[in-house]
Nanobody
Framework: QVQLVESGGGLVQAGGSLRLSCAAS????????MGWFRQAPGKEREFVAA????????AYADSVKGRFTISRDNAKNTVYLQMNSLKSEDTAVYYC????????????????????WGQGTQVTVSS
């Protein structure tokens, strides 16, 4: 099992940047594919970015491609989401998720495939 704690959210002006972190506790972080999702008020939770166990493979939602970067440091049991050129529509609670997988290069982009979730961190972008 793994426990996930997000941090780094806050209030930022449009065009600004934030870096979210997700610290994992428990065993064998490198055995988990990781993802970031977000949920805006009144909307369903949606996929943002995902990264494979090895970090070699990544995937992004079209809405964030070219602006957000997902990365991981397996030695620190942490996954990151660097968010640049933020827009008001990026305002949401951002959640980190983990899914154990046997395959080092698999990225998991579907919400229901993730077994473990953090509590979320609020990102607010003012226009």
């Amino acid at each position: 099992q793994v426990q996930l704690v997000e941090s780094g959210g806050g209030l930022v002006q449009a065009g600004g940047s934030l870096r979210l972190s997700c610290a994992a506790s428990g065993r064998s972080f490198s055995n988990y594919a990781m993802g970031w999702f977000r949920q805006a008020p009144g909307k369903e939770r949606e996929f943002v970015a995902a990264i494979s166990r090895s970090g070699a493979k990544t995937a992004y939602a079209d809405s964030v491609k070219g602006r957000f970067t997902i990365s991981r440091d397996n030695a620190k049991n942490t996954v990151y989401l660097q968010m640049n050129s933020l827009k008001s529509e990026d305002t949401a609670v951002y959640y980190c998720a983990a899914e154990p997988t046997l395959y080092p290069q698999i990225v998991v982009v579907t919400l229901r495939e993730y077994d473990y979730w953090g509590q979320g961190t609020q990102v607010t972008v003012s226009s």
